[in-house]
């Protein structure tokens, strides 16, 4: 059973350009989480989706931000117009159907770096 | 604002000594988590205690959870080197019960 997988691992973009990161969960999931994890500090919740569902949006900056989980493919965070602060690592997670989701299983995260 | 705050931030100790972090959050848990993260990569799930739980073992891992004071502790005991990483506590809460709100981390380097 393979792990969560993002892709990129890692991505340059210049200010102003579009961010578009990939998230595919394991097998068998259905929620995804996206976290941001600015350097030396601890992650930070931004989006919590279900297929087609946005369920709690609450961390992620109204602006510029945007996730989706379509009913095929993979997760999409996607950041327009970038700018240097938005330079991080992003991760993210899934979890299993409802009844068990305490446990989530993390990706190996996209590092973003913004020129 | 961050739930949990890990103390110390840094750790360094020699190979077989036992490390421990600490770890505190501010509002009604369901669960506390520990996380190991190794430098550049992602996630690692260590051990989850539940609310009602006291002490929990895995491996040479041990987690105690006091509710009351709103604190936990993760104890490595004979550490190696390949235990240097960021150790993170990471709660759930009972008005939130999926979202990991995550600490800051503590750096533990383990010298050979």
């Known amino acids: 059973n393979a792990g969560v997988m993002q892709n990129p691992r890692h991505l340059v973009r210049r200010r102003g350009q579009e961010a578009r990161l990939r998230c595919s969960p394991m097998k068998g999931h259905s929620h995804v989480y996206w976290y941001r994890q600015l350097p030396e500090e601890g992650l930070k919740f931004m989006v919590y989706l279900q297929k087609e569902n946005i369920i709690d949006e609450s961390g992620m900056p109204k602006e510029r931000f945007s996730a989706e989980f379509p009913k095929e493919g993979p997760s999409i965070l996607r950041i327009q117009q970038v700018v240097r602060g938005d330079s991080a690592a992003y991760f993210c997670?899934?979890?299993?159907?409802?009844?068990?989701?305490?446990?989530?299983?993390f990706g190996p995260g996209t590092r973003l770096t913004v020129l | 604002s961050q739930q949990g705050e890990e103390d110390p931030q840094a750790l360094s100790i020699q190979e077989g000594e036992n490390a421990t972090m600490n770890c505190s959050y501010k509002?009604?848990?369901?669960?506390l988590q520990w996380y190991r993260q190794n430098s550049g990569r992602g996630l690692v799930h260590l051990i989850l205690i539940r609310s009602n739980e006291r002490e929990k073992h895995s491996g040479r891992l041990r987690v105690t959870l006091d509710t009351s004071k709103k604190s936990s502790s993760l104890l490595i005991t004979a550490s190696r080197a390949a235990d240097t990483a960021s150790y993170f506590c990471a709660t759930q809460s009972a008005g939130s019960s999926y979202k990991l709100i995550f600490g800051s981390g503590t750096r533990l380097l383990v010298r050979p």
């Open positions: 997670a899934s979890s299993p159907p409802s009844w068990d989701r305490d446990t989530q299983y």
């Open positions: 509002t009604s848990i369901n669960n």
